[in-house]
């Protein structure tokens, strides 16, 4: 009996008993599909995250205090606003004299680990850091309720700094203008307002709420302008952000404590490691600490990308992992019933054999049948997972590798031949007259 025959028979084997084909089909659909849509999830997370730290720029530098760390001896507070552009600006004072903490020198006191306006000022030093292009001293204020005409926003990051971090995070204004110097000298209360918030309190596109007062926690602030549209990172929005003057936001809802962090950004992408280099020799300077005394970290994009790639990596191994166990329980799904099957057709099997049919004969058409509902379960999970990974799941935009789609249609054959044959065997094994003699 030639191939073609074998998939005849194998056919109208499938056929003969369609629900429970369909079922035994829908287990492979199912493992298919999962594997392709959770594959697709954690590459679409990996390239939302990729995405938002790219769009910070591959030269910028994120200095933060380290929770718990202690300094050497303390120095004397030197107050006033850093420089406010590049390179040539203010802000050189106090470069290696003082050390950023607060009250008067004591020779050794352990000091909190913390950083101050005037680090951020002593980093734009042309002779200490050349390869510093600017700087940003950040504020954080937290629980920050906005609100306009009887309309609240909880604003998710309020951000107080200077006008060089836009910069720094690579932001714009769509709508008004920016904060100048002179807003951030005279401690004038304005902001900026991400698309979220501005569509939140006024409504359409939030546009029109540039040149309105909106209170933050009671406060009145002047909106400026409308930064543009940055997106989402999974569930977490970009644009559900306020940017406003260092100044006013330590006036009026911070307080004067430390920073939150510094933001600084390299003349270039290949200045990088120097200008790390740089802010480390300033720092340790003004901090009085050594390498491995450090109170303070510094990351940057290019670092946070690397590790956040990795993460996602493993994320999308795992929930690929996690997919394939129902292809597996699928594949064990065709091995019980293509066993069902033998046993209910062992009289068929044996008049075959009688009539002349070969054991391979017999082997080659139970795994055909076996392969041929993986097949259709395969082809049909295939396009179920294409269809599934075109809604947005827990906030992320799935994205289909390819790969994934190869591989899972790829497993969905090999599970048909894999647990089809021992069916198959066990079917050609069988002697023609106890065949003949089974009821």
Partial sequence: MNLRESAGFAVRGVLANKLRSLLTTLGILIGVAAVIILVAVGTGSGKAV???????????????????????????????PPGMGGPGGSGSSGSSG????????????TRLAQLTVDDAAALLDDELAPHVHAVAPVVRAQSVTATYAGATHSVSTFTGTTPSYLGNDNSRVQAGSAFSASDYTGRRRVALLG??????????NGLSVVGKTVQFNGVDFTVLGVLAEKGSTGPDDADDRVI???????????????????????TDTESVTTATAEVQSVLDSRH????????????????????????????????????????????????????????????????????????????????????LLSLTGGVLGVLAGY???????????????????????????????????????????????????HE
């Fill in 288 to 371: 009085r600490v050594t390498s491995s005394t450090r109170d303070y970290t510094i990351s940057s994009a290019s670092s946070i990308l690397s590790a956040a790639t990795d993460t996602t990596k493993t994320f999308t191994v795992l929930l690929g992992a996690v997919a394939a166990i129902s292809l597996l329980v699928g594949g064990i799904g065709v091995m019980n019933i293509m066993l069902v099957t033998v046993t209910e057709r062992t009289r068929e099997i044996g008049i075959r054999k009688a009539i002349g049919a070969r054991r391979a004969d017999i082997v080659t058409q139970f795994l055909m049948e076996a392969v």
């Fill in 50 to 80: 990729q995405d938002s730290i790219s769009r910070l720029g591959s030269n910028t530098l994120t200095v933060t205090s380290s929770q718990g760390g202690t300094g050497g001896r303390a120095g004397r507070f030197m107050g006033g």
């Fill in 244 to 266: 406003a003057p260092l100044t006013a936001v330590q006036d009026t809802l911070t307080g004067y404590g430390a920073l939150s962090s510094i933001s600084v950004k390299a």
């Fill in 195 to 204: 698309v979220s918030v501005a569509e939140d309190l006024v409504g359409g």
């Fill in 98 to 109: 003082s050390s950023g903490g607060s009250g008067v020198d004591t020779g050794t006191r």
């Fill in 387 to 437: 269809a599934g990974s075109r809604f947005t799941i827990v906030g992320v935009q799935p994205v289909v590798a390819p790969h994934s789609v190869v591989l899972a249609f790829g497993v969905a054959v090999g599970v048909g031949l894999f647990f089809g044959l021992y069916p198959a065997n066990r079917a050609a094994s069988l002697r023609p007259i106890d065949a003949l003699r």
